[in-house]
């Protein structure tokens, strides 16, 4: 059977524009207010470049982020320069409320090992500028790798002072972030006695988070933190996850307080959905029948190799973690005498 060129390119055209259509008229318009209010930021370098993430959330603390659920047009523009009089790689990409209006874009074709700035645009309002260093070339001779560490950032504990230090080190290649972005539990204030006195510092302003929703409202309420923010403008971060971007103590299909495996997972789903809204983390890292592949490895050069780590998915139940769980030491155990006190001669015969 033969087929007219012509004729083929005008039903490929045809289809095209039928596909645009309803993507096109379901578009809002920017929202009005500021929506960068979470901030902007860079991960997971690369030698020829890295991810950049913001989220749309004009009332950040109001349900959806005070966004109205249409998918949003989001430009982006990468420079040599502060001041943006070089852009050399720039697009525009689409904030779904399907993923809280998150926009991960993975930018590709720069030079290896040099800073680059990074800004989004919501119709005419332009983000904070953002900088991130690309990683050396393959193999290459590097004499310095300078990486911040953070983590275990407990919003109830105390203020996030050390990343306003961290954000004016300089010349940082990375922030490795180890895990505990956020924590899970309810509106508990944290005190601390400081010369005799009991001081009391912010506090969540909720109950324990389940939902996606919760999840992502704990998110927003983190991600305000203005020196946190400037740590993420500062330099790219390498993310990974531990057990409170979940729930204490999780491991994988159990958490610590012996709910339904099949009844935690759906939980575990909504809390990893959420960090992959909330991280500056590629494609690789998108949440998919029920799991998210969070370990990966980044080179810098010849020098230094990173692994970063899935410490919660892929082990086994932990022990004593629920009262009357057998075989396990209480606070008051002294030594080996006492815990062989408590087992069992069956134990052995089942070995």
């Known amino acids: 059977m033969r087929v007219d060129r012509r004729e083929l390119l005008k039903a ?194 909720s109950d324990e988070i389940y939902s996606l929703d919760d999840y992502r409202h704990r998110y927003a309420l983190y991600k305000l933190d203005p020196d946190l923010q400037a740590a993420h403008r500062a330099a790219a971060f390498l993310s990974t996850f531990d057990d409170h971007e979940v729930d204490n103590n999780w491991t994988s299909q159990w958490d610590e307080n012996g709910t339904p495996p099949e009844v935690f997972l759906l939980r575990r789903f909504a809390a990893l959905q959420a960090w992959y809204e909330n991280m500056p983390v590629r494609r690789t890292q998108f949440p998919a029948n029920g799991q998210l592949r969070m370990f990966r490895r980044i080179d810098y050069g010849s020098l230094l190799r990173i692994h970063l780590l899935d410490t919660r998915q892929y082990r086994s139940d932990q022990r004593c973690n629920m009262p009357g769980d057998r075989n396990c030491r209480s606070a008051d155990d002294t030594g080996l005498e006492s815990v062989l006190g408590r087992i069992d001669i069956q134990d052995f015969q089942k070995v």
């Open 12 to 205: 490929a055209s045809g289809f095209v524009l039928f596909a645009g259509l309803p993507l096109r008229g379901v578009l809002a318009q920017a929202p009005r207010q500021y929506p960068f209010t979470l901030g902007i930021a860079a991960g997971d370098p690369a030698p020829d470049g890295f991810v950049i993430w913001t989220r749309l959330a004009p009332r950040p603390l109001e349900p959806h982020g005070g966004m109205e659920p249409q998918p949003v047009v989001v430009a982006w523009e990468v420079a040599e320069d502060e001041a943006f009089s070089r852009i050399v790689r720039s697009g525009e990409v689409i904030a779904r409320p399907e993923l809280g209006h998150s926009v991960h874009v993975e930018v590709e074709g720069l030079r290896p090992a040099r800073p680059y700035y990074y800004r989004f645009l919501a119709g005419t309002t332009v983000s904070d500028t953002g900088t991130a260093r690309s990683a050396p070339p393959p193999g290459a001779a590097v004499g310095r790798v300078r990486i911040g560490v953070a983590g275990c950032q407990r919003y109830t504990s105390g203020y996030f002072t050390a990343y306003r230090y961290l954000a004016t080190e300089g010349d940082l290649d990375a922030i490795f972030h180890y895990g505990d972005y956020i924590y899970e539990g309810g509106a508990r204030r944290g005190c601390a006695v400081v010369d005799g006195q009991t001081v009391c510092v912010r506090e969540h302003d």
